[in-house]
């Protein structure tokens, strides 16, 4: 099985579903190239992450479109797109500048199926590039899935690995429902084996990763990672753990998460979002409210600190979840 980059295996997706169905196109600033070079051939650099390279070569002009620096545009176009029957992805360069469209997202998309009683139907995916840890700076690198996991008539989806990225990419591309996909940037090197035939991950259903039996640990996206190496080191000490990546946070897979504390009675939940409003506290208060018999001891929360991200590099290191304070946190819940 071919072993790829998380960025090839975006590019492979989009690929693949914009071969397979004409009505697929991509919005976003430097997506085709512009002008291209004294040859007259467009060029594209594939965005400012490369990931959609090559496309332009392959589908032309008419369904690649570089658009204008406007946020706003790129989603108020794609919207229109997908009211009028096409499937289009409209691509943010950072999720930091979702505030520029949130009117677009939140009050517009996500409400058109309700308002014409389900007559209408908006097929856009919104992708964009999230998270700290490429020394980006403060207005480059938050972490702001929980921002729209919280408006009804989104999906929200954050895989964590290429296998994930690709088969959950294609299932949002066939959606008929809106839904946002946070790529992790710093994960778009990592490599993993992807299966060259035809594959979807269904949106909804969380991976356990690993099992085990003294605590649940819940990571998203690239906090995966962590976890797994926190996992590594623990497990000398005959500590082991389902971990949980619930590669969709809209709609959660609430079920295997109980399931899982059933068995174990402890609960981490590793998010780097800041802590107040996150996806981790929502999280809790859902096991609280519906899973409390099951704990054994308080759940611990792991995320990013209550400030911006740090632009000096040992600074922003320190804001990031990593391995260190994940195996903390679940020494600590089990010595509760």
Do not use: W
Request: aromatic share 6%; net charge negative.
């Amino acid at each position: 099985m071919p072993v790829i980059s998380f960025r090839d295996a975006v590019n492979q997706a989009l690929h693949e579903e914009m071969a397979r169905d004409p009505d697929v196109i991509l919005l976003g600033e430097d997506v085709s190239g512009g002008a291209g070079g004294s040859s007259g051939t467009r060029d594209a650099a594939g965005g400012i992450f490369g990931v959609s390279k090559g496309l332009i070569t392959d589908f032309g002009e008419d369904r690649v479109l570089d658009t204008p620096i406007s946020e706003s545009a790129i989603v108020g176009a794609g919207a229109g797109a997908a009211l009028a029957g096409m499937r289009p992805i409209s691509e943010i360069m950072f999720a930091d500048f979702v505030g520029v469209c949130m009117d677009q997202i939140y009050n517009q998309i996500a409400k058109f199926r309700y308002m014409f009683g389900g007559k209408t139907r908006c097929p856009i995916v919104i992708r964009t590039a999230t998270g700290a840890g490429m020394n980006m700076g403060a207005q480059h690198s938050q972490t702001i899935y929980n921002l729209l996991t919280a408006v009804p008539g989104l999906k929200i989806v954050v895989p964590s690995n290429a296998y994930d990225a690709k088969g959950l990419l294609k299932s949002a591309i066939r959606d008929d429902d809106p839904v946002v996909f946070f790529e992790h940037k710093a994960l778009y090197p990592r490599k993993c084996e992807v299966p060259e035939e035809e594959y979807l991950v269904p949106i909804g259903e969380a991976a356990m990763t690993r099992e085990g039996d003294d605590v649940t640990v819940v990571a998203i996206g690239r906090m995966v990672v962590f976890a797994e190496k926190a996992l590594d080191k623990v497990k000398a000490d005959n500590i082991s753990a389902d971990l949980i990546d619930p590669r969709s946070l809209s709609p959660l897979d609430e079920e295997m998460i109980f399931e899982s504390l059933e068995h174990t009675g402890r609960l981490v939940i590793v998010d780097e979002s800041p802590p107040r409003c996150s996806v981790a506290s929502d999280i809790a208060g859902i096991v609280a409210s519906k899973a409390f018999a099951s704990l054994k001891a308080p759940v611990k929360l792991v995320t990013a600190p209550h400030t911006p991200v740090p632009f000096a590099r040992e600074l922003e290191r320190a804001y990031v979840p990593g391995p260190d304070r994940i195996e903390a946190a679940i020494r600590e819940v089990i010595n509760e």
